[in-house]
């Protein structure tokens, strides 16, 4: 054999390593298609994820406050990492110069830099404090010591933890291995007296760079409240863009705001701009770094609440759970892009969807807000809102919901963003023995989902059943109770199969006579990730 000859084996060989790629996963793992040829082709694989992270902001500087929080991680239904993992949160600086307002007094003493709870560099993505341990067991913690908040040990199992200060700070969470998948935080927060009074709930979020929350205000009975996060080793800048019924409006304070690493920073809205406006809707939009970001409301006349931000942008939404006894509904649209929304609006119930008398369409114009108010729409039966596109402005929209219950001076109000649809699963931690209602939604098709709610945080075994939503329907329906449980419990739903499902879950905690409530949405978890599958290929050898 020559020289020429061995050095063509050779190429050939280094250039089958260059182009062969290994497989991600094992067959079993992933699907494989046969093309016209006879050829295996693979497809993509859905794994879990191996690492999440999530913000919760501060809660309340009302003296008259409890918060409570729940962590929970569901079983994994799908083989993943022999890593066990870990799952906390620990406290976040407050940036100088911001105020304390309605619910925004950070760690004044619990941050150690970027020590994580041993002492060693977590990542850059969470500050605490050196050699601290926090108690596993339900109850009361200190939030302020720097300890780890909610440390998990395991999937399957909630984690609990109450405080009632008014200086309670933003927490910073960072879970990895099996407790990744799916890892959900439920910060609910009781206030029983004051111009905040009310129960506010809010699903810890996951951090990102862009924002939108229709439903906000600057009018002179609210105060509200925006908590941006910055989770990262490096400084992040944001711009706050606000958009009324005539376009943006001008305040340039909110740009280039500044929020320092491991820091939270909360923002007065009326604050930005010269004049008040009932009806706004609140971009915040980060040029550099990411952040968490939530705007917490207090109403004088009607309570308060968290405003979640609602899911992207897009030609249609669906806004799930509004309670059969909501006395209030005002729905708030904005169109983010060059082209008008006009959107047909359907309710759906129990027995199907209708369209609103007096309410069947609703255009909002490019780059403006608009709100419509709907009244008691539901008429004692529960139901969610709809919106899809109708005529020829079929631009890109964001949509939220206010929702009243009571009357007189015992009101109570929450907020219902539009949520995306449960791709495989998503969760509510925070459930009590009382008061919990989950809504589910299927927008174009029937659909069967599994509902199973977790040993409570102190005791219990877990629970499930299987419910099935009729195409252009909504439920309305108590969770299982989780057998002799102790102590709050999460509520897990898993799309099994057939169409399209949006869920929320209310909580009602009542109060001397005031119905006292919050609703979360159960967007998809993001647990599992879409992996490609790759196979070595020699053809290109051939080209």
């Known amino acids: 054999m020559n020289r020429t000859t061995l050095s063509l084996i050779a190429a050939t060989t280094a250039l089958a390593a260059l182009t062969g790629v290994a497989s991600m996963t094992s067959d079993a793992d992933s699907k494989t298609d046969t093309g016209a040829d006879g050829a295996h082709t693979a497809t993509a694989s859905r794994l879990p994820v191996e690492r999440s992270s999530l913000v919760c902001p501060a809660p309340t500087s009302s003296e008259l406050g409890e918060t409570t929080y729940t962590a929970y991680t569901p079983k994994g239904k799908t083989p993943g990492t022999a890593n066990k993992g870990a799952a906390e949160l620990l406290p976040a600086h407050t940036a100088a110069g911001t105020g304390d307002g309605n619910g925004s007094n950070g760690s004044k003493d619990g941050s150690k830099g970027d020590k994580g709870s041993n002492g060693d560099s977590k990542d850059g993505d969470a500050s605490g404090t050196e050699n601290g341990k926090a108690s596993d067991s339900p109850g009361r913690q200190d939030v302020l010591t720097g300890d780890p908040v909610l440390p998990l040990k395991a999937p399957g199992a909630p984690v609990t933890v109450t405080t009632s200060r008014s200086d309670a700070p933003a927490l910073i969470g960072i879970s990895d291995g099996a407790l990744a998948p799916g890892w959900t935080v439920q910060q609910t927060t009781t206030v029983s007296a004051g111009d905040g009074r009310g129960l506010l709930g809010t699903s810890c979020v996951a951090p990102g760079t862009d924002f939108w929350f229709p439903g906000a205000s600057t009018a002179g009975d609210r105060q509200d409240y925006v908590h941006l996060t910055n989770p990262d080793s490096s400084q992040a800048v944001v711009d706050l863009e606000l958009y009324g019924e005539d376009g943006r409006i001008d305040a340039p304070s909110g740009e280039s705001i500044n929020i320092p690493p491991h820091s939270t920073k909360p923002v007065l809205l009326s604050t930005l701009v010269n004049k008040p406006t009932i009806n706004l809707t609140l971009h915040a939009a980060v040029r550099s770094g990411r952040i968490g970001a939530s705007v917490q409301v207090a109403d004088t006349n009607i309570g308060s609440d968290w405003l979640p931000a609602a899911s992207g942008a897009a030609t249609s939404a669906v806004l799930p759970g509004i309670p059969k006894d909501a006395t209030s509904v005002r729905l708030i649209a904005y169109a983010t892009g060059s082209d008008d929304a006009e959107m047909k609006i359907r309710l759906s119930g129990p027995t199907g969807a209708i369209t609103p008398a007096g309410h069947e369409t609703l255009n909002v114009k490019s780059r403006m807000t608009s709100a419509v108010d709907l009244g008691d729409i539901t008429k004692g039966e529960p139901g969610s809102l709809v919106l899809t596109p109708q005529g020829k402005n079929t631009g890109p929209f964001v949509a939220a919901l206010r929702v009243t219950r009571g009357k007189g001076d015992r009101q109570e109000t929450a907020f219902i963003p539009a949520t995306a649809a449960i791709e495989d699963r998503g969760t509510a931690a925070d459930n009590r023995s009382k008061g ?58 898993e799309r099994l199969d057939g169409g399209p499902v949006h869920a929320s879950r209310m909580l009602e905690l009542p109060s001397e006579g005031v119905p006292m409530f919050t609703i979360q949405g159960l967007p998809d978890d993001r647990g599992l990730v879409t992996v490609p599958r790759a196979r070595q290929d020699l053809s290109l050898l051939n080209d």
């Not at 509902?451 to 108590?478: F, Y």
């Open 436 to 493: 919990s209602t989950l809504s589910l939604t299927a927008p174009e098709a029937a659909a069967t989902v599994r509902v199973t709610s977790s040993a409570g945080s102190e005791d219990g075994a877990p629970a499930s059943r299987q419910i099935t939503v009729k195409a252009g329907t909504t439920v309305a329906v108590d969770p299982p109770r989780p057998s002799a449980a102790k102590g709050p419990y999460a509520v897990t739903v």
